[in-house]
């Protein structure tokens, strides 16, 4: 009787909005990962609970998020950020990057 709600929790896991995400780090790498909550993540990465490359790498900067669906789909993402060369990663990161600055400028 338990296996089909694992199989019910595994579903709800499967369906929920994975996200793919890069980081700048402190000394100007970029990482890439995956999570279902990009914000608690990061908080586990600052704490050096996260990624072991991002530990000692501080201060860490959230500098791209995109929804990808299933885990599946965010993983195959993920493989794909980080085929790309590093001028292709930070275009990818750039529009956020300009966004947040026309943002914090005086209107």
Not at 28 to 53: P, Q, S, W
Not at 89 to 107: I, N
């Amino acid at each position: 009787m338990s296996r089909p709600q694992r199989n019910e929790n595994n579903q709800a896991a499967n369906q929920a909005d994975w996200f793919v995400y890069l980081i700048r780090c402190g000394d100007g790498t970029l990482y890439c990962g995956i999570a279902l909550d990009v914000e608690a993540r990061l908080k586990l990465h600052e704490e050096g609970k996260g990624a072991k490359y991002t530990r000692g790498r501080g201060p860490l900067a959230l500098v791209y998020r995109e929804a990808c669906g299933t885990k599946a789909e965010a993983l195959r993402r993920e493989r794909g950020i980080k085929r790309m060369s590093r001028m292709a990663k930070l275009r990818l990161c750039a529009p956020v990057a300009s966004l947040r600055a026309a943002q914090s400028r005086p209107a």
